[in-house]
């Protein structure tokens, strides 16, 4: 916490994996590919209840970084560049006592990247094209305050 209403709030995870579906004229395929990512995320958090209630909602706006790894696709070699977009999250805090308490939260990030399909003939390139992941998090876990 800065101040008694604004907080700062990290995000870091394990990777997560995500499916690739086609579209427009490879839609019929489904997925076409799979790729692991990780986002560390900060946002700028702002408490609006006093800092003695036991409950406290957030909100949160910031940035998030994504890396992408282990690129897989039917198709050839997959290539994804990383993507940094705009990150949101709602959440509440309840205190159990001084300090212990529980969290929820939803965080949404705006990730989007281009990708690149190179075809299994090692040599055919396609064009870029925009891959929107865009996924909601959602958390629940313990507070400690010290």
């Given at each position: ?10 995000l870091?995870?394990?990777?997560f994996?995500?499916?690739?579906s086609?579209a427009?004229?490879?839609a019929?395929?489904?997925?076409i590919?799979e ?10 958090q ?9 409950v ?8 998030n970084?994504?890396?992408?790894f282990e ?6 070699e997959?290539?994804?560049d ?13 205190m159990?006592s001084?300090q212990?308490g529980?969290?929820?939260?939803v ?5 989007n990247t281009?990708?690149?399909v190179t075809?299994?003939d ?5 064009d870029?094209?925009e ?8 958390m629940?876990?313990?507070?400690y305050?010290?």
């Open positions: 916490m800065f101040t008694s209403n604004l907080g700062l709030g990290v870091a995870a394990t990777p994996k995500h499916n690739i086609g427009g004229d490879i019929a395929l489904g997925d590919g790729t692991k990512q990780l986002p560390p995320t900060i946002t700028l702002y408490y609006p209840m006093k800092s003695s209630s036991a406290q909602p957030y909100a949160g706006v910031g940035v970084y994504t890396t992408f690129e897989k696709t039917v198709l050839g997959l290539d994804l990383d993507s940094v977009g705009v990150a949101v999250e709602f959440g509440v805090d309840y159990l001084e212990f529980l969290n929820a939260a965080w949404w990030a705006d990730i281009d990708a690149q075809l299994a090692g040599v055919t390139k396609t870029k094209f891959v929107e992941i865009d996924p909601m998090v959602y629940v876990g313990f507070t305050k010290f």
